[in-house]
């Protein structure tokens, strides 16, 4: 198993519905994620992160963490044309380097 | 305001130049990363440095080598510059705990012809 592995999509939902993206996990990453956005030709922002079993909001994001199934998911409620992008999944690796999913891209219609 | 910055945004060299990226923050970060990235292959480590004049391979290491002379700055290096060097380079930086985030640079688009 990939380290980190993502759907790569595209998800398409339309505008006011919610987005769920999903990421799971292999051994060799550690405990702390982060979810990543990025919009095309741009660089990535962070936009969660999250370390601990259980859920985490912030505003339209909330970030779901199941370390028994390796789980890590981003939830955006009420989509926007504006959040249209690829979302990257990361997992830290020894607090050195951030291994990488490969992204999924996310599209909401308006 | 955190701040990664690369030395160019766009760039086009031919094949067999030497080519230097040049990326700098201002975090006082002990940890720096570069990247390429690829459609349907994500981002990839290429080398990664945990202090000055420190360097570890990443996973794609091949026709590339690095260079930190200070805490601040790391280069990438493609000594003989090929097509399939063609790519988005993405410089990042991040200290040293399992929580920090990692901040990236704007990119650099290389086009080797």
């Known amino acids: 198993q990939k380290e980190v592995e993502q759907n790569s999509g595209p998800l398409s939902v339309p505008e006011g519905a919610i987005a769920s993206l999903n990421c799971t996990y292999s051994?060799?990453?550690?405990?702390?994620f982060f979810w990543y956005r990025q919009y095309s030709g741009k660089s990535p922002e962070l936009i969660m992160s999250?370390?601990?079993?259980g859920d985490k909001e912030d505003g339209r994001f909330t970030a779901q963490l199941n370390k028994a199934s390796q789980y890590v998911s981003l939830l955006i409620r009420d989509s926007q044309p504006s959040d249209s992008a690829t979302y990257l999944c990361a997992g830290d690796q020894a607090g050195t380097a951030l291994i990488f999913g490969k992204g999924t891209t996310l599209s909401v219609s308006s | 305001d955190v701040k990664v910055t690369q030395s160019s945004r766009y760039l086009v060299k031919r094949t067999g130049e030497k080519v230097f990226l040049e990326c700098v923050q201002d975090?006082?970060?002990?940890?720096m990363f570069w990247y390429r990235q690829d459609p349907g292959l994500g981002l990839r480590l290429i080398y990664f440095?945990?202090?000055?004049?420190?360097?570890e391979k990443g996973d794609i290491p091949e026709g590339y080598s690095v260079s930190r002379e200070k805490k601040e700055r790391f280069s990438l290096i493609l000594e003989s510059a090929s097509t399939n060097q063609t790519s988005m380079y993405l410089c990042?930086?991040?200290?040293?705990?399992?929580?920090?985030?990692?901040?990236f640079g704007p990119g650099t688009r290389l086009t080797v012809l």
């Open positions: 990042a930086s991040r200290d040293g705990g399992p929580t920090d985030t990692q901040y």
């Open positions: 999250i370390y601990s079993n």
């Open positions: 440095s945990y202090d000055v004049k420190m360097k």
């Open positions: 051994d060799r990453v550690s405990q702390s």
């Open positions: 975090m006082d970060h002990e940890n």
